[in-house]
């Protein structure tokens, strides 16, 4: 099945601090992962590694069988890998509506076939209108993209992933700042997106109740390493995790 997501031994070292230390891990699609560990985990390294915006120091990220750790971040997105991207590194002085619209043309490709393009701009301003009514943003549609305050802005990196429409899913805290109002619909996005079980979908996250509600499995960086790996119930139990995150005794201990 296509979207499966592997590393191997991934490492990077900053100076001499090792912030992902040879972590090996295999994600399937219609599985949603949650990686969490304590502030300073590795974390976001982890996800930075995967989808390009850091090169290892060693190890290896594969798709499909096939490595992509020399690949820059836009070929990896390319070949199906979507994370939410920050605005600043979008269009930031186009519109909502425009910002979506692209991203949509852009998994249909076919960019130098202008007729196509010109015929088929009702069909993609109409998905984009359905992807920003999905995250309730149709109504700033015309708006600046950098106007928004910042839960919409996160609500419109998901709008922008959700019309790439990647094999693998990666959310990086993606409620975070949101009103409470705001949280359930991107929940319930993810959560839908789990339901069509053919996307691999990872998510880091800090809030405990949102990994519980989503999860298939949890697997928990600490120092960079990978401290435990299993479903949600399980490995909430370990002594180890327990530990990680309450401070209630030395890890090493713990294992
Ligand atoms: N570019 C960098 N240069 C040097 N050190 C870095 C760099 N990026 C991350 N680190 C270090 O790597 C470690 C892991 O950081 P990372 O942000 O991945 O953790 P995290 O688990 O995502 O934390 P949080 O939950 O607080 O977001 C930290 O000690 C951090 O200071």
Redesign the pocket.
Known sequence: MSGVLETQDLTIR?GG?V?VDRVSCAFQPGTLTAIV?P????????FNLISGQLKATSGSVRLDGEEIGHLPAPLRTRRGLGRAFQLTQLFPNLTVLENVRLAVQSRHGGALQLLRVWLDQKGYIDEAYARLEAVRLADKAHATASSLPHGDQRKLEVALMMALDPKVYMFDEPTAGMSVDEVPVVLELIRSLKERRDKTILL?E?KMDVVRELADRIIV?HNGQLLADGEPAHVMNLPIVQSAYMGTADVAEAA
Do not use: I, P
């Open positions: 900053f601090h912030a560990g502030n300073g985990a590795g974390k976001t390294t982890y880091v800090h960086l």
